[in-house]
C-alpha cells in the first residue's frame, strides 16, 4: 500500500519569502514522487518528480524537492516566492507496477505582497 | 499539440439523469484515470484503465461507469445512483511501464459538474 501527507493544509508566505510545503510518504517498495501544481478550476500540472538517481530535484519555476528515504519525506522548496506561485500543491506517489499514483489532500499556498 | 481535452468544461445536471464527460487523449499513453476533487479532499480516483477494453475500479467507483472503447478516449458516465456528483472531475493519462513504478500523469482542464 502507499499513501501521502501533506502537513499544513494552508501555508502563507510573504513575496520574497522562503516556500516550504511538507509531504511524508509510506510505501513498501522504492518509489517515485511527484509534485503538481494547480491553479483555479484547471487540471494538474508537473512541477518536479523523483525516480532514482539524484535526490535533490530540480522542476519549473525555480522549486526542488529533497527525496530523503530515512525521514520518508520529499518536501518542496522555493527560496524566493513570487506572486504568481499562489495556487494548491499536490504531493503524489507511485511505487508499485500499477502504475497510478496516490495524491495528498493539497497544500493551498498564499503569497503576501 | 499534445495533450488531454475535457469537454465539457461546466455542465448541470438535474436529479435523476446520467450525464457523460468526455476525455479525449492525443499522447499515445495507454493508461487513462478519472479522478473526483472536492474542496480539502485531494484527488479521489474514480477509475483507470491500463489496456482498451478494460478498466478497474478505484477508491470511489459507485455511482460511476467508464469504457475503453479507444485508446485515445475515456468517457465517464455519472449515474443517478451517485448521491452527490457535484464536483470537479479530472481526466489524466500516463504511459505505462511495468517495469518501473510507474510515471507522470498528464491532466485535462477539468468539469465542474453541478447538479440542480
Known sequence: ?113 | DGGITQSPKYLFRKEGQNVTLSCEQNLNHDAMYWYRQDPGQGLRLIYYSQIVNDFQKGDIAEGYSVSREKKESFPLTVTSAQKNPTAFYLCASSMWDHHAGGSEAFFGQGTRLTVV
Open chain 1, 1 to 113: 500500500a502507499q499513501s501521502v501527507t501533506q502537513l499544513g493544509s494552508h501555508v502563507s508566505v510573504s513575496e520574497g519569502a522562503l516556500v516550504l510545503l511538507r509531504c511524508n510518504y509510506s510505501s513498501s517498495v522504492p518509489p517515485y514522487l511527484f509534485w503538481y501544481v494547480q491553479y483555479p478550476n484547471q487540471g494538474l500540472q508537473l512541477l518536479l518528480k523523483y525516480t532514482t538517481g539524484a535526490t535533490l530535484v530540480k522542476g519549473i519555476n525555480g522549486f526542488e524537492a529533497e527525496f530523503k528515504k530515512s525521514e520518508t519525506s520529499f518536501h518542496l522548496t522555493k527560496p524566493s516566492a513570487h506572486m504568481s506561485d499562489a495556487a494548491e500543491y499536490f504531493c503524489a506517489v507511485s511505487a508499485n507496477n500499477a502504475g497510478k499514483s496516490t495524491f495528498g489532500d493539497g497544500t493551498t499556498l498564499t503569497v503576501k505582497p
